[in-house]
């Protein structure tokens, strides 16, 4: 007994319904996810600076307690708002006056002495120091960060990985090397949190350069290898290509 060609289309039809929405589900999974991941990390961090700074403003100064005042309302006619973000505002201008009265020599003068006060705290000199170094190695000029991105063999011959190049050995560390030539100061990242790693001393004949940005060697290396820098060009690329067709 045969089965109608209605029948036999109908389960296809089906499949094909399902795969289209499942296709378009990635397809807007894959627009909605970073923009909401970015909008809750925005949220959150800025709720915690404001979480931070409101307890060091007197409560008569709260944007609420200023808007009920102006309104002349009282409770229970209170109006009751959560204003996000002022909190945040006002910590960038104390960081940016601290920041320039830092730069002055009474600030300068002020910041030796309290240094050398944390300095004589066992515990709080280990945190303190820990902290300061983390802070300069984040928000560092131009003259500290990577160099380039290169390739180094590891951890073994014949298995390359990706790294970046800091400068060259200096100090001791060159000094008592063996004389190679020069000696590159390698930082060697773990995928997918590259904050780890391993730092290495590499005769310079031993590293490979790379054409492309730090930043996209430390996106390649974030993704463990699925965000590979110029994909999308070459990929697009070659769909124009393909639609064109050949040329006769």
Not at 54 to 65: K, M, N, V
Not at 122 to 149: C, H, L, M, W
Request: proline content about 7%; overall charge positive.
């Amino acid at each position: 007994m045969t089965t109608p060609e209605h029948e036999q289309d109908h389960p296809r039809r089906r499949h094909g319904v399902l795969t289209g929405l499942r296709n378009n589900f990635i397809a807007g999974l894959v627009v909605v996810a970073p923009i909401g991941l970015t909008v809750w990390l925005i949220s959150t961090v800025v709720g915690w600076i404001d979480g931070w700074v409101w307890p060091f403003i007197p409560q008569a100064y709260h944007p609420e307690e200023l808007l009920n005042a102006w309104l002349g309302r009282e409770a229970p006619n209170r109006i009751d708002v959560n204003i996000r973000g002022i909190g945040v505002i006002l910590f960038l201008i104390f960081t940016i006056v601290v920041g320039w009265i830092a730069k002055g020599l009474i600030g300068r003068s002020f910041l030796r002495w309290g240094e050398s006060l944390v300095g004589r705290m066992p515990i709080v000199r280990t945190i303190y120091n820990g902290a300061k170094q983390i802070a300069e190695t984040v928000f560092a000029q131009s003259e500290t960060s990577f160099d380039k991105a290169c390739l180094v063999e590891y951890p073994r011959k014949g298995i390359w990985a990706v790294a970046f190049i800091s400068t060259k050995a200096k100090g001791e560390v060159a000094e008592k090397l063996p004389p190679v030539g020069d000696i590159m100061t390698v930082f060697l990242p773990t995928t997918p949190n590259p904050t780890s790693g391993f730092l290495l001393f590499l005769p310079r004949e031993d590293v490979i350069l790379l054409d492309m940005t730090v930043e996209d060697a430390a996106k390649l290396v974030i993704s463990a290898g699925l965000v590979y820098p110029g994909s999308k060009e070459a990929a697009k690329a070659k769909a124009e290509a393909a639609a064109r067709g050949p040329r006769g």
